[in-house]
């Protein structure tokens, strides 16, 4: 799929390590090789060689913002680095998948001990680390890899490691999902980037996945903070795959000042330049993060305009795209509707169902399905043209106002429930 | 699947025939055969001949009281039958499937035409009539061929004709569901029967499927309408299939007063009774459609005790039942019970998830999960034996209050997308 791309804002290579002063590494702990309880260890041949274990470090202390998940199973990592960021400032991230380290015993004693390993190595402070974990609940985290593989990690740091570390953090995940961006802010020519992962258990409610990103313009800690606050709400809190919402969601953003960009402390122009950067790079992470949904063939966008305000549009679009009969409509190529109409209509917002238009388009073209609440006749020749497409558009209008808002989605289908089904993940 | 029984309500066959004063019927007038835009018509031999138009009639005027769905999206039909109830009165009821009459220009006018044949039919007022569709969305519905079998329909009106009743008003269902019971009021012998339809379009909202249910006890409109708005918060607004709240939900009750009892007017023994009968009809079907969900191989009973309140006890049931990861462990009969913890930590209550406890059972046994929010060990290959069953109870302790709350649902399956994704249904 293509970037959606933005006027002065040029897509570059690079991911997380595009900003300058930024380094990165992912290697293979071996997390992945130990065995589920009642299970035989399995000999390390016998499972593919993945990354695991991924670190990003800056050359300076950063400015560092985050938001978290709103589920009431968190992760330990996520107390850890709420306590680790209160003082904004963070200069390193270490994350492992295959195990969450949730619902442990000693989650949050393992998720310490995995920043004092990354602290030591690094020649830092314990509460210059953020720390996060990826993976299955409710097993014990062994720390023993983790340990013995910290000075291989700290030593293979460099300017281009995006890839291993962005290979570490893959769970279910089918393709990497990183991009970064050049832009100025006045005269100083700026970077931001970004990597995620996430493919499941993801649903628009606060971050919903594990999201690192880097740039290296100068911006005081609270109004990271608060630009970062703002751009989730219209990008991955807008993503549903599945209507679960994880218990180790996170988004950080690290910012070095290596741009050297006079720092931004208010809200002025600048900061509008940054936060569009954060939009663009958080809303394509957002759709690659839709586009890889467990076992999804699509990617849906639904748009919902000429609404009352944007959180009327925000939930119709939301509603939508999370609708499961939808969904599996899509997965169909089957230009059923009704559906759409049926989703919108048990919205939880207020608006008239008797003024709502639907149309449905991709690049192959469009249709008008619904008018005025009202199916319209079509061509379900030209309807099968248009699904046969990857991605698809749903095109929603209210026909009250002139608020709108965009929701990210995908299609269910049977590998969804052959990849949560079959294994545990 | 066995009925769940309470003493003093013996179950006896019947269904909407076993109460006092009704007769039913169903035939097939053909709605089934009807092309879709811009499908070829088929020959009738080419689709199997099933019922799609039941009729169910009282000998004499009842106690009549409904609820319906909250969508914004309504069904024609619903609309039609809100203002036939208006006077708490009813006498007959006609029902289609194949088509949910929705989203229609003509709608509510073919809703209205469709009461004036079934009235004309059986010397009736329109007013008398509560008439209810269900199938596939925005189709204009063909009048002709119900025009044309309501002679039929009429004719074959007998004290046994349930069965064909039940049968057409079935779409993805894959097995019939009624049942009814045997009390006393007072001295008074007294039964209640009721037949439901619905597998998928199935979300805990106000009614959630089409349910028809008959008793000859007699009571006052305003004490059933208020016995069956508290009956369904308990039963049928506790199960979820898909998360899609339909746009054509209904539950009728007639009450004839047949049995001669002396008519139910207040909050008293009696009235509690007649509630106990209601609930007992309405939990089974509910479990009864549960259990056919579209592509469902499991029963899932979710029951939450030790809340502090019954509304935070069901909104953690139905998060737990609702969760698609969850339905597809279940499916995979995997004992992944860091998905439960996860919905029932996203679930929008308030109570504290370091009290909480899980423990998975089933008729081949029973395992503790989770104790205090944290995982304890359990055996996989007993896992493995709890789970192989079709009816599984997911029993959560919140260890705070005394209030508890049932909710049923499914697994996730690949019947579920082959059935929403292959055809328009």
């Avoid at 769970?171 to 493919?199: H, N, Y």
């Avoid at 996170?250 to 809200?267: E, W």
Wanted: proline share 4%; charged share 20%; glycine share 8%.
């Amino acid at each position: 799929m293509e970037l959606q791309q933005f006027e002065g804002f040029t897509p570059v290579d690079g991911g997380v390590c595009a900003a300058k002063g930024f380094l990165a590494n992912g290697v293979c702990c071996g997390l992945s090789h130990k065995a589920l309880p009642g299970e035989e260890e399995k000999p390390k041949e016998d499972k593919p060689k993945k990354n695991d274990l991924a670190m990003i470090y800056a050359e300076n202390p950063c400015s560092a913002a985050a938001v978290y998940t709103t589920n009431k199973v968190k992760g330990a990592p996520i107390l850890v680095t709420k306590a680790h960021l209160e003082n904004g400032m963070a200069q390193a991230v270490i994350v492992n998948s295959v195990n969450a380290n949730t619902c442990n015993p000693d989650g949050v004693e393992k998720a310490l001990k995995m920043c004092s390993l990354a602290a030591e190595g690094l020649k830092l402070q314990p509460s210059d680390i953020v720390v996060a974990s990826t993976g299955v609940i409710g097993q014990v985290l062994p720390i023993e890899p983790i340990e013995q593989a910290i000075p291989a990690l700290v030593e293979g740091l460099t300017s281009d490691g995006n890839n291993r570390a962005m290979e570490a953090i893959m769970t279910t995940d089918t393709r990497p999902k990183q991009l970064a961006v050049e832009f100025k802010i006045g005269d100083t020519v700026c970077r931001m980037g970004g990597m995620l992962k996430g493919s499941g258990m993801i649903h628009p409610n606060m971050a919903t996945t594990l999201t690192f990103i880097t740039t290296d313009a100068a911006i005081a800690p609270a109004m990271l903070q608060q630009a970062l606050s703002d751009v989730v709400k219209q990008t991955l809190n807008r993503v549903s795959v599945d209507g679960d919402t994880s218990t180790n969601d996170m988004v950080c953003v690290m910012a070095s000042g290596k741009a050297g960009n006079p720092t931004i402390k208010k809200n002025d122009a600048n900061y509008e330049t940054l936060k569009k950067a954060l939009y663009i790079v958080m809303m394509n992470l957002a759709r690659m993060m839709a586009r890889d949904g467990e076992g999804a063939t699509k990617l849906i966008t639904c748009i919902c305009t000429k609404a009352a305000s944007e959180q009327t549009a925000e939930t119709v679009a939301k509603s939508v795209i999370t609708s499961s009969l939808f969904k599996t409509a899509m997965f169909g190529e089957d230009a059923n509707w009704g559906r759409i109409l049926c989703a919108i209509g048990y919205a939880d917002a207020e608006f008239n169902i008797n003024k709502v238009s639907v149309d449905i388009a991709s690049a192959a073209g469009s249709i008008a399905v619904c008018r005025e609440g009202v199916g319209v006749e079509f061509s379900e020749e030209t309807a099968k043209t248009v699904l046969s497409e990857e991605e698809i558009e749903i095109l929603i209008s209210l026909n009250e106002g002139e608020a709108g808002a965009i929701a990210w989605g995908c299609d269910l289908t049977y590998d969804y429930v052959k990849i949560n089904g079959d294994y545990r993940s």
